[in-house]
């Protein structure tokens, strides 16, 4: 019980996606692919934040550089 309570808590904050893989002992070639598949696995956890925080936030950082000056 104790272990299917841990598995969902790493499934509830995302440890089960978001740990790199352990990389000990293989190629670069390994690595490279490892590495790959980390990010395609990790991308529909960030891609929802670009637009909805991220792009906010960079609009509204540059429409107030835009009215102090600097960038005028």
Same mark, same amino acid.
């Given at each position: /019980?104790?272990?299917?309570?841990?598995? /969902?808590?790493?499934?509830?904050?995302?440890?089960? *996606?978001?740990?790199? #893989?352990?990389? =000990?002992? /293989?190629?670069?070639?390994?690595? =490279? $692919?490892?590495?790959?598949?980390?990010?395609? $696995?990790?991308? #529909?956890?960030?891609? #929802?934040?670009? #637009?909805?925080?991220?792009?906010?936030?960079?609009? /509204?950082?540059? *429409?107030?550089?835009?009215?102090?000056?600097?960038?005028?």
């Amino acid at each position: /019980m104790r272990d299917d309570v841990r598995n /969902m808590i790493h499934q509830a904050f995302y440890l089960n *996606s978001l740990t790199l #893989p352990n990389t =000990s002992g /293989m190629t670069a070639y390994e690595v =490279s $692919q490892r590495v790959q598949e980390y990010i395609r $696995q990790a991308t #529909p956890l960030f891609a #929802p934040m670009e #637009p909805e925080y991220n792009g906010d936030l960079c609009d /509204m950082t540059f *429409s107030k550089l835009m009215r102090a000056g600097p960038l005028a």
